[in-house]
């Protein structure tokens, strides 16, 4: 078998309540994570496709974020509920979410609108801003 | 800032005594991501490539394992004293350090020779037969 045709990092890093900056997995449960690699099982992707667990990726106010690579796509809020889409348009079709992708200009930068095309929601105003 | 131009993952997956697989990192100290690190802040590369860890990376018979995207540069049996010469080579240079790639056919793979163009050494031999 080669390499992994698409290998995501999901990161489960967990800060102390009261930390200056948002955490990634605030309640410890590592959901992202494991949604969207019983996702992978479930579509028959497991052995072309690699769901890890990463530390910190630092891009926390735009969290919780997936890394996707070898193209390096960055999804930033991350919704247990995009999970399906995720899988479908991206991993089975090759169509990245653009909904939920992270502009370039947005990585590391706390103060950005993070998705291009979409308005602004209450959560991503309140944790970006 | 843009995204990170490298970004190593390195396997800090921890078994338990007698699993059947090998660990990446037996003594649960994950020495080999914190040296690599303080490496690539020490080298000044710290706001161009990230260094996190990972979960299982599922190459456990030629770990520790690190991968380098977005050119999908797996390195095995990586021991601290190749920090340097990641950093330099690979990093600075550009030139990934061919010594320590697991070859193409070795990934997913237990029984391979995983490293091109290099006798096996006794513990290599020992791990991966």
Redesign the interface.
């Given at each position: 078998?080669?390499?992994?045709e698409r290998?995501l990092?999901v990161c489960t890093n967990r800060r102390e309540p009261g930390s200056a900056r948002p955490s990634c997995n605030a309640d410890g449960k590592a959901e992202l994570h494991k949604l969207l690699k019983q996702a992978v099982d479930a579509a028959g992707l497991k052995d072309r496709i690699?769901v890890?667990?990463?530390?910190?990726?630092?891009q926390c106010e735009h969290g919780p974020t997936v890394?996707v690579?070898?193209?390096?796509v960055?999804y930033g809020h991350v919704d247990p509920s995009d999970v399906a889409e995720i899988i479908a348009s991206h991993l089975v079709e090759g169509r990245p979410v653009e909904r939920l992708m992270l502009a370039?200009h947005c990585?590391?930068?706390a103060e950005c609108e993070h998705r291009p095309g979409k308005e602004l929601k209450t959560r991503e105003v309140a944790v970006c801003k």
């Amino acid at each position: 078998m080669a390499k992994y045709e698409r290998h995501l990092f999901v990161c489960t890093n967990r800060r102390e309540p009261g930390s200056a900056r948002p955490s990634c997995n605030a309640d410890g449960k590592a959901e992202l994570h494991k949604l969207l690699k019983q996702a992978v099982d479930a579509a028959g992707l497991k052995d072309r496709i690699r769901v890890n667990q990463s530390g910190c990726l630092d891009q926390c106010e735009h969290g919780p974020t997936v890394v996707v690579y070898p193209e390096a796509v960055w999804y930033g809020h991350v919704d247990p509920s995009d999970v399906a889409e995720i899988i479908a348009s991206h991993l089975v079709e090759g169509r990245p979410v653009e909904r939920l992708m992270l502009a370039e200009h947005c990585i590391h930068t706390a103060e950005c609108e993070h998705r291009p095309g979409k308005e602004l929601k209450t959560r991503e105003v309140a944790v970006c801003k």
